[in-house]
């Protein structure tokens, strides 16, 4: 019997490699789940893309859940989102805010120009300061941000129609269930 | 001679990318400079995640070590600038994670593992004296031969 103990152990060593493998399949290492998920938004004042007189708060945003998605012309990715934010995303219904982190506001509004400006408002987050604020640490993030101003969910990555199904639609549900 | 100083330029080199790598920030004395030093490179950059803020170059590491810095200038001690930047970022951006029940596994698996195979060998050493207590060589050791 005591022969078979080094078989057992290498079965179970099998099994937690295994295992191991299996789970990474499942979870990106590289996300690191946000701390702000269920806390209110960090409080923010910025100029508005283009118009840099007028500025938008975190107080004006409130009363109705948004998207704040996290872009910038500098971001590959983003690219590769971008058609997402111009049909699907638009198609939800909910503003969608753009926070456009350490960019050219110039470079800014000329990739709008050429690839379709999907937002209702675009704030500019030129300094990336506002950008810490909200744990931003690789563009494309997308918040979505509920009517009292608390962050109920973020996607880190380009969003894509799995995402939406499998994310974002049960997480307005959970939003259209508790506020009739 | 020349080839040899031109060899030794060259060999030099590599260094100036490395005098690039972390912007200089203007640091108000020796021991300041030392505390960002050791706090920078205690904590870890979100993006390239295997990097310390201190050696990173990723932009959001830029960002991040001058938000460090400044926090520094206005006072704040090490613990408040841990927790500003766990609060936004997680635990994920500390080194060395805090003793408490999730990270219990991580602090104390180790260990346990350890008392497990020491446990082992005991018994076998224990079993194995019993079963023969005078031959010191394991000639006539036919069943437990692992």
Redesign the interface.
């Known amino acids: 019997m005591s022969r078979l103990i080094p078989f057992f152990a290498f079965i179970a060593l099998v099994g937690l490699f295994g295992f191991g493998i299996w789970w990474n399949t499942r979870h990106d290492q590289h996300e690191i789940v946000s701390p702000l998920i269920d806390k209110p938004a960090p409080a923010f004042v910025l100029p508005v893309l283009g118009e840099p007189a007028r500025t938008v708060d975190k107080a004006s945003l409130l009363g109705k859940p948004y998207f704040l998605n996290v872009f910038a012309s500098w971001c590959i990715e983003c690219v590769h989102e971008h058609p997402m934010l111009m049909t699907d995303m638009k198609q939800l219904g909910l503003p969608l805010v753009g926070f456009n982190y350490k960019d050219d506001p110039e470079a800014a509004t000329s990739w709008l120009a050429e690839h379709g400006n999907p937002f209702d408002v675009i704030v500019a987050d030129r300094d990336g300061r506002a950008g810490i604020d909200f744990g931003v640490y690789a563009a494309p993030e997308t918040f979505l941000v509920d009517a009292k101003g608390v962050i109920r969910y973020k996607r880190i990555g380009p969003i894509t129609p799995d995402v939406i199904e499998k994310e974002i639609r049960p997480a307005l549900a959970a939003l259209a269930k508790e506020a009739p | 001679m020349r080839r040899a100083l031109l060899w030794f330029a060259l060999c030099l080199l590599p260094m100036l990318a490395m005098a690039q790598a972390i912007q200089p920030l203007p640091f108000r004395d020796r021991a300041e400079e030392v505390r960002f030093q050791k706090l920078s490179s205690e904590l870890r950059c979100?993006?390239c995640?295997n990097e310390t803020l201190a050696d990173s170059n990723a932009?959001?590491a830029h960002?991040?070590r001058r938000?460090v810095f400044e926090m520094i200038q206005a006072g704040k001690s090490d613990d408040e600038i841990k927790s500003y930047l766990?609060?936004?970022?997680?635990q994920?951006v500390l080194y060395k994670p805090p003793v408490e029940p999730s990270t219990w596994l991580l602090w104390f698996g180790p260990l346990v593992v350890l008392a497990a195979g020491a446990i082992v060998v005991a018994v076998q050493v224990r079993r194995r004296a019993r079963q023969n207590p005078t031959a010191a060589t394991p000639a006539n050791d036919t069943?437990?031969d692992?």
Do not use: G, K
Request: proline residues 12%; glycine residues 0%; hydrophobic residues 35%.
């Open positions: 979100p993006m995640q932009p959001i960002d991040l938000q766990v609060d936004r970022y997680s994920f069943e437990d692992w």
